[in-house]
């Protein structure tokens, strides 16, 4: 059986819980209107015939300095370190920020395929 792992990365509240949930078909990560709501990597497995998706929900990445902030960061940065591919959600509500420029300056290194969700328009 085919597998893969895909990190699903984004600003907080931009709709990657519900995505995975989504995806999954069951609920395997919290969701709620408040942001910083996932403060784990949570995984969820899809299977279907064609094979296995090993998702990873990451914490909502946001520009910060605060120690709390920076854990959330890193337990990013090593969910993206350990997936084969990457799943950028991005809330079209929102204009782009500090948060965009960060996320992209974390994926633009990586050699892994990246896929955009645009959510909420």
């Known amino acids: 059986m085919k597998c893969a792992t895909i990190t699903i990365i984004g600003r907080p509240s931009s709709g990657k819980s519900t995505l995975i949930n989504t995806i999954c078909e069951r609920k395997v990560s919290i969701t709620a209107r408040t942001p910083q709501t996932t ?8 299977t279907d015939q064609r094979g296995q998706l090993i998702l990873t929900d990451t ?7 605060q120690t709390m902030n920076l854990r959330l960061q890193e337990t990013t940065v090593t969910a993206l370190n350990e997936s084969d591919a990457v799943l950028y959600v991005i809330d079209a509500k929102r204009s782009a920020g500090a948060e965009e420029e960060a996320i992209v300056a974390l994926i633009k290194h990586l050699s892994r395929p990246l896929v955009i969700a645009i959510n909420k328009f």
């Open 39 to 46: 403060r784990n990597a949570i995984k969820g497995i899809f």
């Open 59 to 65: 914490p909502g990445y946001h520009v910060s300095d």
